[in-house]
Nanobody, 121 residues
Framework: QVQLVESGGGLVQDGESLKLACTVS????????MGWFRQTPGNQRELVAT???????DYADSVKGRFTISRDNAKKTAYLQMNSLKPEDTAVYYC???????????????WGQGTQVTVSS
């Protein structure tokens, strides 16, 4: 069983910053990928940022230069530093990880419960 605990969401003003955290626990051999997605009502969940175990990153064009993903492998925690927030960043943010439970098992995806980020103008 794998648990993801997210924290750091909240209400901020246009231009302010927030930092999200996602800590993973459970039966884990290796965390292949850690990332953040977001979703607004009536829309599909979209990628915000991901980071592989080796540190390769991928960002949505809309957040490049403003958001930074990082991870602490020892703590099994991913972070999303969000600067210069805009009202259009308002969404529920979900942590997603791809995990291998054993050395030769396939990677499996797990999602957090989501944390609300609201940016007021």
């Amino acid at each position: 069983q794998v648990q993801l605990v997210e924290s750091g969401g909240g209400l901020v003003q246009d231009g302010e910053s927030l930092k999200l955290a996602c800590t993973v626990s459970g039966s884990i051999f290796s965390i292949i990928l850690m990332g953040w997605f977001r979703q607004t009502p009536g829309n599909q969940r979209e990628l915000v940022a991901t980071m592989t175990k080796s540190g390769a990153t991928d960002y949505a064009d809309s957040v490049k230069g403003r958001f930074t993903i990082s991870r602490d492998n020892a703590k099994k925690t991913a972070y999303l530093q969000m600067n210069s927030l805009k009202p259009e960043d308002t969404a529920v943010y979900y942590c997603k990880v791809d995990i291998k439970h054993q050395a030769y098992s396939p990677k499996l995806p797990y999602w957090g419960q989501g944390t609300q980020v609201t940016v007021s103008s």
